[in-house]
């Protein structure tokens, strides 16, 4: 067994003390990707609007490179999903002067393409709004009073915005390659793989500014000096060249935690990255949840939106513990 190196977190809100089951089966995690834009019917990339269930995003990317004949790097997607779901998501093909093959031949157990169409643009990484998630936590024990108190929490006031566990790999094991490749104890090549391990890293101390805070008692307080985003939420930083644009309390803030990383920030810093801010808080949309009787025990079934880049999980894990099944890739 492999011993985690991530830190445990703090919570928000109370713990509820309930624990349930997830993904039991991928139906029992869906993702239905809100796009940038709509396809418009006309230009030299083929759009795709695919459900995949149980499926990688790079693997339908590759078959439709395939059935198309084109380099994987003509197939565009906003961004990889969940495989272990039930998940529908835009992909797009450069065809130009090209009449484009009957994509549904390739709908098996695994793809269904739900349209084709044509469009002006490719679709690339983070060109989407966000995502609608319906996640059905079965087996659930505990207080439901308590469950139901860090729901009304969360839909009034929003769940820290960690990112989650997979952005760490299996055990945080990220974090560690990240750590060595930026003390150059080995080289990276691969631009994805060396990419992976810098958001590992970059993340590790976002996430540390976020627990500081709610540790402080500042979950849902502002700061002096904070930093607000365009939805009027404060932000903390994702780290990289530049001034922190915090100043005063947040500033200071910021500061202490980044030292404790002193080696990371200064590599990251000489990676290359640019100083970026993401908001603290996670604010769901359209939030709301049922609970439904099954032979099994009780259910608790969630409905809610949340924007392009953060965590579903880091809002399940303000209402229960969830216990997911190991899948074998």
Request: glycine content about 10%; hydrophobic content about 40%.
């Amino acid at each position: 067994m492999t011993t985690s190196v991530l830190p445990v977190w703090p919570h928000a809100y109370p713990i509820s003390g309930a624990c349930g089951l997830l993904k039991r089966e991928n139906a029992d995690f869906k993702v239905d990707e809100i796009p940038l834009a709509q396809p418009c019917g006309e230009g030299e990339h083929v759009w795709l609007h695919i459900e995949k269930n149980g499926a990688n995003t790079a693997w339908i990317a590759k078959k439709l490179a395939e059935l198309a004949g084109v380099k994987e790097m003509d197939v565009g997607y906003a961004g990889m999903k969940d495989r272990n779901a039930i998940t529908r998501q835009w992909f797009s093909i450069y065809l130009p002067r090209v009449e484009a093959p009957d994509f549904s031949q390739l709908n098996d157990d695994e793809m269904t393409v739900l349209s084709q169409t044509r469009h002006s643009k490719k679709l690339r990484r983070g060109d989407l709004l966000g995502n609608r998630f319906t996640i059905r936590l079965r087996q659930v024990e505990g207080d439901p009073a308590a469950v139901e108190q860090n729901l009304q929490r969360i839909r009034e006031k929003g769940v820290p915005n960690y990112f989650g566990e997979q952005r760490f790999g299996h055990g945080g094991g990220n974090i560690e390659s990240g750590r060595d490749m930026l003390a150059g104890k080995f080289r990276v090549k691969n631009r994805n793989k060396k990419s992976i391990y810098l958001s590992a890293v970059r993340s590790l101390i976002f996430n540390d500014v976020v627990a500081e805070r709610i540790q402080r008692g500042l979950w849902g307080k502002g700061l002096s000096g904070d930093v607000m985003d365009d939805a009027g939420q404060p932000t903390a930083p994702l780290w990289g060249r530049g001034r922190l644009a915090s100043t005063a309390e947040a500033l200071a803030l910021e500061e202490q935690v980044a030292a404790q990383h002193a080696d990371l920030c200064d590599g990251l810093e000489h990676a290359g990255l640019k100083q970026e801010r993401r908001a603290l808080a996670a604010l769901p949309a359209n939030m709301a949840w049922e609970w439904q009787e099954s032979p099994a025990g009780r259910d608790l079934v969630l409905t809610f939106s949340l924007p392009a880049g953060y965590y579903a999980t880091s809002l399940i894990r303000e209402v229960m513990q969830a216990e997911e099944k190991e899948h074998s890739e």
